[in-house]
């Protein structure tokens, strides 16, 4: 199993950018694939990005490319989201997801793929 916690959430204007990390603790976090998603209020979790275990691999969100960047640092067991040009329909809590997989190319992007969450972190843009 494995553990997430995430952080680096906050309150930021419009424009703005935020460094969103999850630390990951437990065994063999190279073979998950890790996920970050997000909920707004009154809305379903949707899709935000995916990482796959080695990090050589990314899939986004069409409505956050460009903006958004996922990576990891396998050595540190860590999974990073950069978010870029914040907007107020951006706020939301952001969540980590991890999967274990033998997959090398796993890329999964329903919530329900993946069986292990961290609690969330708040992101709020204002406007």
């Known amino acids: 199993q494995v553990q997430l916690v995430e952080s680096g959430g906050g309150l930021v204007q419009a424009g703005g950018s935020l460094r969103l990390s999850c630390a990951a603790s437990g065994r063999s976090f190279s073979s998950y694939v890790m996920g970050w998603f997000r909920q707004a209020p009154g809305k379903e979790r949707s899709f935000v990005a995916a990482?796959?275990?080695?990090?050589?691999?990314?899939y986004h969100a069409d409505a956050m490319s460009g903006r958004f960047t996922i990576s990891r640092d396998n050595a540190k067991n860590t999974v990073s989201l950069q978010v870029n040009s914040l907007k107020p329909d951006d706020t939301a809590v952001y969540y980590c997801?991890?999967?274990?997989?033998?997959?090398?190319?796993?890329?999964?992007?329903?919530?329900?793929?993946?069986?292990?969450w961290g609690q969330g972190t708040q992101v709020t843009v204002s406007s």
């Open positions: 997801a991890a999967r274990y997989t033998y997959s090398c190319d796993s890329l999964p992007s329903w919530a329900n793929e993946y069986p292990y």
């Open positions: 990482i796959n275990r080695s990090g050589r691999a990314t």
